[in-house]
């Protein structure tokens, strides 16, 4: 069976993708589903590249029962052509994605919060430089646009 692939995109790919990589992988895991999906994260943004996620992510994941296990890499062209579905954190990651389109669109590119049912379409904030209460916010968001993200993927591929 042909496995659905998810990318969740970021800038860095050490703080929200990772996070957001790591949330939907947990769902899908207590779904039974893990066997069907491919889940990866990436940056638009190279300067990380190789980073393991930042601390700070780690333990707000940790936190809240979510075990990282990532290593940055940057998006890259190809991955339109690998993932069935494309989430972008910010509308500054998405447009930095859609600089990189060509004429193929056999997937469907969204930013995060289009799935999040309590502020729909708004950027998932970027919580480098910010406190921990920023990385608990995040997560949130996170957990709540990612289970309708998993509803929304498993109505399409009925
Ligand atoms: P992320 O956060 O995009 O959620 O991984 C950031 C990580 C690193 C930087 C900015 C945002 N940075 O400027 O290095």
Redesign the pocket.
């Known amino acids: 069976m042909k496995k659905t692939k998810v990318l969740f995109v ?9 996070l957001a990589e790591g949330v939907f992988k947990k769902k899908v895991i207590e779904q039974g589903l893990d066997q069907q999906f491919v889940i990866d994260s990436c ?1 638009t ?1 190279a ?2 590249v190789g980073d393991q996620p ?1 601390p700070r ?1 780690a333990a707000n994941a940790r936190t809240n029962g979510v075990f990282l296990d990532h290593r ?1 890499r940057q998006f890259h062209r190809s991955d339109f052509e690998e993932f069935d579905y494309i989430l972008a ?1 910010d509308r500054s ?1 998405l447009r930095n994605i859609q600089s990189l389109e060509g004429s193929a669109s056999d997937y469907e590119l969204s930013l995060m919060r289009e799935f999040d049912p309590e502020a729909k379409g708004a950027d ?1 904030p ?4 910010g406190g921990e209460r920023g990385f608990q916010d ?1 997560f949130d968001i996170l957990d709540r646009s990612t289970a309708v993200l998993l509803e929304h993927i498993l109505k399409q591929e009925s």
């Open positions: 970021c800038l860095g790919n050490i703080c929200r993708s990772p940056g943004a300067y990380h930042d992510s940055a954190m990651n998932v970027d919580p480098y430089y995040v």
